[in-house]
């Protein structure tokens, strides 16, 4: 039996300045390593979390960029996939 994972959505906090086109929207895959417990030193076992980054950018590179201004130094960022 198969237990689906949930991933949680939230969104970019940058959005494009002066598009050259029109603006679509991305989710941009996110993950990090995080602790269970992290509060008074008592941390608990280190657990990668993932979640996905709704964007607006004229082309995926835009939106990555955007989501890289954000998260760049805590998570690794995956390849931007636009909604339709």
């Known amino acids: ?16 300045i002066l598009p050259k086109g ?6 941009v895959p996110v993950q990090w390593w995080a602790y269970d417990n992290d509060r008074l030193d008592g941390r608990g076992e ?9 964007a607006k ?11 890289a201004r954000e998260w760049g130094g805590q998570a690794t ?4 996939v636009e909604v339709t």
């Not at 950018?57 to 989501?67: H, I, N």
């Open 22 to 27: 029109e603006v679509k929207a991305f989710l």
């Open 1 to 16: 039996m198969a237990v689906t994972q949930y991933i949680p959505v939230y969104a970019a906090r940058f959005q494009p």
């Open 46 to 54: 280190p657990r990668l979390r993932k979640a996905n980054i709704r």
């Open 57 to 67: 950018g004229v082309d995926a590179a835009q939106a990555k960029k955007l989501v």
């Open 77 to 80: 960022i995956g390849t931007p």
